[in-house]
């Protein structure tokens, strides 16, 4: 951005990426000389329709005029002054560093390719994947999430006299404070990772060794339970009554927080489905053969053309475009 003068495409560019995440806005605040360079992006931005679309948007909010602007801001005049101090504001808001969130019945949506962070009203953080949505409510007892779609990563804050718990259709996962990650893909079929800490993973299709080591008699009839530790997974899947936990490296599952993701031993069909959630344009498989393909590899996921350049050269593939689809066929 510093190197001439960047073309409007490169401004655009520049924009969509600060947007893309809110780790992108923090590692830019922390090595670029950020009045300057916002100084310079903005020359020719029309601040009042910026600011006209975004309190149409329905995922903004106005948090209004700071009480106390900073000294930095109020020491420029004129147009760069007024772009300074709205860009600003318009960064935080956009990518929704932090939200204070107090229980509410309506549910948190995040879009297509859109992550969002939340900090509740009791410290913990919430991370919400793309095409993500859960709902935050409180009681005397407990704290509780519902997730109602989608994927997230929680980082509770300790709290004895009232646990934490994570519905996910028929998989709950109870803490006091730790960090872990949920992905539920149906209403009976979710993972669940520990990062940190310890929970417990109680769904009505654990049975067997597993859940009845962890389950005890005054519990009979309820769904068992399964207790998991730092850098353990458990897969829970309709019609398997013994769920294995698995090991896996701890920031395997927040990874998607950095826009990447780790695929081992995984069939293409696994792969696309991952790749599908991140993307309006959707891929498809072709044959059934290549969709049991098994692939390793890390990519990242809002590029669809990474994947399918690798399978193109790897496997040989051809791709054509169906409507709103890429099918990858031999």
């Given at each position: 951005?510093?190197d001439g003068d960047p073309s409007l495409a490169d401004r655009a560019r520049f924009v969509d990426w600060l947007r893309a995440?809110?780790?992108?806005?923090?590692?830019?605040?922390?090595?670029?000389?950020?009045?300057?360079?916002?100084?310079?992006?903005?020359?020719?931005?029309?601040?009042?329709?910026?600011?006209?679309?975004?309190?149409?948007?329905d995922n903004i909010v106005d948090l209004g005029p700071p009480r106390h602007p900073p000294s930095r801001v109020t020491q420029?005049?004129?147009?760069?002054?007024?772009?300074?101090?709205?860009?600003?504001?318009?960064?935080?808001?956009?990518?929704?560093?932090?939200?204070?969130?107090?229980?509410?019945?309506?549910?948190?949506?995040?879009?297509?390719?859109?992550?969002?962070?939340?900090?509740?009203?009791?410290?913990?953080?919430?991370?919400?994947?793309?095409?993500?949505?859960?709902?935050?409510?409180?009681?005397?007892?407990?704290?509780?999430?519902?997730?109602?779609?989608?994927?997230?990563?929680?980082?509770?804050?300790?709290?004895?006299?009232?646990?934490?718990?994570?519905?996910?259709?028929?998989?709950?996962?109870?803490?006091?404070?730790?960090?872990?990650?949920?992905?539920?893909?149906?209403?009976?079929?979710?993972?669940?990772?520990?990062?940190?800490?310890?929970?417990?993973?109680r769904a009505p299709g654990l049975t067997g060794a597993l859940a009845v080591a962890a389950t005890d008699d005054s519990r009979?009839?309820?769904?068992?339970?399964?207790?998991?530790?730092?850098?353990?997974?458990?897969?829970?899947?309709?019609?398997?009554?013994?769920?294995?936990?698995?090991?896996?490296?701890?920031?395997?599952?927040?990874?998607?927080?950095?826009?990447?993701?780790?695929?081992?031993?995984?069939?293409?069909?696994?792969?696309?489905?991952?790749?599908?959630?991140?993307?309006?344009?959707?891929?498809?498989?072709?044959?059934?053969?290549?969709?049991?393909?098994?692939?390793?590899?890390?990519?990242?996921?809002?590029?669809?053309?990474?994947?399918?350049?690798?399978?193109?050269?790897?496997?040989?593939?051809?791709?054509?475009?169906?409507?709103?689809?890429?099918?990858?066929?031999?």
């Amino acid at each position: 951005m510093r190197d001439g003068d960047p073309s409007l495409a490169d401004r655009a560019r520049f924009v969509d990426w600060l947007r893309a995440s809110p780790e992108n806005v923090a590692e830019y605040l922390e090595l670029a000389e950020l009045w300057e360079d916002l100084g310079s992006v903005g020359r020719d931005a029309d601040v009042p329709q910026m600011l006209a679309e975004a309190r149409n948007a329905d995922n903004i909010v106005d948090l209004g005029p700071p009480r106390h602007p900073p000294s930095r801001v109020t020491q420029r005049s004129g147009k760069a002054g007024a772009w300074l101090a709205a860009a600003a504001c318009a960064l935080i808001v956009a990518t929704s560093v932090l939200i204070l969130l107090q229980p509410q019945d309506e549910p948190i949506t995040t879009t297509v390719g859109e992550l969002r962070s939340i900090t509740l009203a009791d410290g913990s953080i919430i991370v919400l994947n793309t095409r993500t949505s859960i709902r935050y409510g409180l009681d005397g007892s407990a704290r509780r999430v519902e997730l109602i779609d989608g994927e997230a990563l929680f980082d509770v804050g300790r709290d004895e006299s009232r646990p934490f718990i994570v519905t996910a259709g028929a998989t709950e996962v109870r803490v006091l404070g730790t960090s872990f990650n949920v992905y539920k893909k149906s209403d009976v079929e979710a993972t669940v990772t520990v990062l940190e800490g310890r929970v417990a993973v109680r769904a009505p299709g654990l049975t067997g060794a597993l859940a009845v080591a962890a389950t005890d008699d005054s519990r009979a009839g309820e769904p068992a339970e399964v207790e998991l530790t730092e850098g353990q997974q458990i897969h829970i899947r309709p019609n398997e009554p013994v769920v294995p936990v698995k090991q896996v490296p701890a920031d395997r599952a927040a990874e998607w927080t950095a826009r990447r993701i780790t695929f081992e031993n995984t069939a293409l069909r696994d792969v696309v489905a991952q790749f599908n959630r991140y993307s309006a344009s959707q891929l498809r498989v072709d044959d059934p053969e290549l969709a049991a393909l098994k692939l390793n590899g890390v990519f990242e996921p809002h590029s669809q053309e990474d994947l399918l350049e690798y399978l193109r050269q790897a496997e040989a593939v051809r791709v054509h475009r169906a409507g709103n689809e890429r099918v990858i066929s031999r």
